[in-house]
Antibody, heavy 120, light 111 residues
Framework: QMQLQESGPGLVKPSQTLSLTCTVS??????????WSWIRQQAGKGLEWIGY???????YYNPSLQSRVSISVDTSKHQFSLKLISVTAADSAIYFC????????????WGQGTLVTVSS | QSALTQPASVSGSPGQSITISCIGT?????????VSWYQQHPGKAPKLIIFDVNDRPSGVSYRFSGSKSGNTASLTISGLQAEDEADYYCNSYTSGSTLSVFGTGTKVTVL
């Protein structure tokens, strides 16, 4: 059973960079059948898709965040990472990582989520 | 890319059936059969309950079913149970450089 686990600082100062890592176990991050995804959820709000990465490094981003976001992958560590620059309080949210099964484009496994607060 | 439109809330009594709509466009729901649905209980991660419009992952109750007509997808919960009280989100593959869009979310209340 595939498992994903987010890690990273829970507190980031305004204007700084939010950095999170997702570690994949029980499955291969180099699988040809999967993309890897970041999603966030602001308090009391809905799910917002941030972006996808393929093991080869190909990325797709939400246009609303594209100028500030980058996602990378490290297959040797079974990890993919999120960086969001110039953060504001509006970027405070629970950040989830998930696997995306390409045959159905469904997010089939999710991490438990990690709360990131942007505050000085 | 705008979020798919869902009703903010739907309620029903135990044993009843309820349906949640998910309205998209010709570029997402209307164009592809890659519609999925997620259940999220408070404080938990979302869980995939429907993929490819109407397929269920192993272990998901048969009481959950999906359908699609034109630009609108729907999730039906039959035989409503207390444990079904949660938030539900649809998601669709979409054309262009974005690839993914979630719905606005629906809170299901079991009366």
């Amino acid at each position: 059973q595939m498992q994903l686990q987010e890690s990273g600082p829970g507190l980031v100062k305004p204007s700084q960079t939010l950095s999170l890592t997702c570690t994949v176990s029980g499955g291969s991050i180099s699988s040809a059948g999967y993309y890897w995804s970041w999603i966030r959820q602001q308090a009391g709000k809905g799910l917002e898709w941030i972006g996808y990465i393929y093991y080869s490094g190909s990325t797709y981003y939400n246009p609303s965040l594209q100028s500030r976001v980058s996602i990378s992958v490290d297959t040797s560590k079974h990890q993919f990472s999120l960086k969001l620059i110039s953060v504001t309080a509006a970027d405070s949210a629970i950040y989830f990582c998930a696997s995306v099964k390409m045959v159905s484009w469904s997010h089939d496994h999710w991490g438990q989520g990690t709360l990131v607060t942007v505050s000085s | 890319q705008s979020a798919l439109t869902q009703p903010a809330s739907v309620s029903g009594s135990p044993g009843q059936s309820i349906t949640i709509s998910c309205i998209g466009t010709d570029g997402d729901v209307g164009a592809y059969n890659y519609v999925s649905w997620y259940q999220q209980h408070p404080g938990k991660a979302p869980k995939l309950i429907i993929f490819d419009v109407n397929d269920r992952p192993s272990g998901v109750s048969y009481r959950f079913s999906g359908s699609k007509s034109g630009n609108t997808a729907s999730l039906t919960i039959s035989g409503l149970q207390a444990e079904d009280e949660a938030d539900y989100y649809c998601n669709s593959y979409t054309s262009g450089s974005t690839l993914s869009v979630f719905g606005t979310g629906t809170k299901v209340t079991v009366l």
